[in-house]
């Protein structure tokens, strides 16, 4: 129904920026919000980041004014400027649709496989 292909993940130092992106694709028809969350080993998923439709945004506080997501709705894409970055932000990053699809009322969830974002010291 949906795909959510992540990218932009990698090896960085503490300090540094990265740049996730994730594009979505397959019988949209209408969507709430886009956004990332992250899980680091041991921990449950958090939320990092959404972006509603009308483009009000939320942040997690441990990366408000250090993180800034944006959006390119002719694109169905969702992006992650991560800058300022600390070990403590080292996780898998999930890109997360909230929306309806091709004939379906329904508003459900829709998730990316995950892309690894790893910060030394």
């Known amino acids: 129904q949906v795909q959510l292909v992540e990218s932009g993940g990698g090896l960085v130092q503490a300090g540094g920026s990265l740049r996730l992106s994730c594009a979505a694709s397959g019988s949209i028809f209408s969507i709430n919000t886009m956004g990332w969350y992250r899980q680091a080993p041991g921990n449950l998923r958090e939320l990092v980041a959404t972006?509603?439709?009308?483009?009000?945004?939320n942040y997690a506080g441990s990366v408000k004014g250090r993180f800034t997501i944006s959006r390119d709705n002719a694109k169905n894409t969702v992006y992650l400027q991560m800058n300022s970055l600390k070990p403590e932000d080292t996780a898998v990053y999930y890109c997360n649709l909230r929306g309806g699809v091709m004939f379906i009322r329904t508003v459900n969830d829709y998730w990316g496989q995950g892309t690894q974002v790893t910060v030394s010291s």
């Open positions: 972006i509603s439709s009308d483009g009000s945004t």
